[in-house]
């Protein structure tokens, strides 16, 4: 597969667990030879086990960079530049960043410390490049854009680990498993967030066009008469109170095919206004491509922000308050489908 012209620029701290600096005991115990010997052995073997934790943690971002280069994106590690032939290290890892049309932010537990310089291992050997300018780039991106993309790597997804500045953003939870062997992306096979993460940075849709010649469902549209909206007829009425009453969760499924409506999906900045997101929140879906992404990623970021994510009965009531009354139809025909 050939590799997509713009670059991706991989950032993450070699040590994934936040540093602790082993401290020799004080006091007249340190003149004790055999506590001496003692405390020598341990920082020994603390020392190797940030070791071989930074080795492993190598070891599992260069799988995660194979792979997008093996599905035609060239990735660029951080601190893997032997090759590079620089000798302004720093300088280079800023063009990167300009240059690169996303950075992905490998998050982990030493992540936020990497990116405020506190202290890190001294046998630790990689070169921070600036964590100002990389700090001030997250939080204040000017030219820049939406270019961070956090990724947890063979771990839960905690926002608690994130930078301030991203805490609206998509967040990406990929597997080692997912990632390893080489095989090319299985779009039918691979969880959604790696096949969101693929899409957001090839720039492909996430759906499929019907092929030529099969059925399309119609999707009824109300008319819009001149003067003031009508209230809601009859049929719509009862539509809307079967819904109100399912209070069960949203599930992926109905999601993305709500997203795939074109009649849904046309309205979902104000159906997300209606479920709680505030402009920035809107703001940051806004820039994913057509509606039926921005719908898709509203949906995701609703279930994100502590609103106990979405139900039936709270989106028929969005659809309500907007006055979009036929779309009561839709969301029972895709709950019937």
């Known amino acids: 597969m050939a590799a997509i012209q713009s670059q991706v620029f991989i950032v993450y701290a070699h040590n994934p667990k936040e540093y602790t600096q082993l401290r020799p005991p004080e006091g007249a115990e340190l003149e004790t030879s055999h506590v001496q010997r003692a405390f020598l052995e341990k920082a020994k073997l603390h020392d190797e086990e940030i070791r071989d934790s930074i080795r492993q943690r190598e070891k ?8 997008l280069e093996r599905n035609g994106v060239d990735a660029v590690l951080d601190q893997h530049i ?11 890892a800023q063009d990167k960043i300009e240059g690169s049309r996303f ?18 291992p001294p046998v630790d050997k990689e070169f921070i490049f600036s964590n100002d300018y990389l700090y001030n780039k997250i939080h204040f991106p000017g030219e820049c854009g939406p270019k961070f993309l956090p990724v947890f790597l063979n771990q839960k997804k905690d926002h608690s680990l994130l930078p301030k500045a991203l805490m609206a953003s998509t967040v990406y939870e990929i597997h080692e498993r997912e990632v390893s062997g080489t095989s090319p992306l299985d779009t ?34 109300a008319r819009i008469p001149f003067g003031p909206k009508p209230g809601m007829t009859e049929q719509q009425r009862t539509k809307f109170d079967c819904l109100s009453k399912l209070n069960n969760p949203l599930l992926k499924p109905l999601q993305s095919k709500l997203a795939e409506s074109e009649a849904f999906s046309k309205h979902w900045r104000e159906i997300g206004s209606k479920l709680g997101l505030t402009p920035v929140e809107l703001a940051q879906c806004e820039q994913y491509g057509d509606t039926s992404e921005r719908c898709y990623q509203m949906f995701e970021v609703v279930g994100r922000t502590g609103v106990a994510g979405v139900s039936v009965a709270k989106l028929a009531e969005a659809a309500r308050q907007i006055e979009q009354y036929q779309l009561f139809e839709v969301i029972q025909m895709y709950l019937e489908n």
């Not at 599992?60 to 792979?67: C, E, H």
Request: charged content about 25%; glycine content about 6%; aromatic content about 10%.
């Open 60 to 67: 599992l971002v260069k799988t995660f960079a194979t792979f």
């Open 82 to 92: 032997t090759d590079e032939g620089t000798d302004n290290r720093m300088k280079w």
């Open 103 to 120: 950075v992905i932010l490998i998050i982990s537990e030493s992540f936020l410390p990497f990116l405020e310089g506190k202290p890190r």
């Open 188 to 221: 039918s096979k691979c969880s959604e967030d790696l096949l969101s993460l693929y899409c957001r940075i090839t720039g492909k849709t996430r759906y499929s066009r019907p092929a030529i010649g099969a059925p399309v469902i119609p999707v009824p549209l």
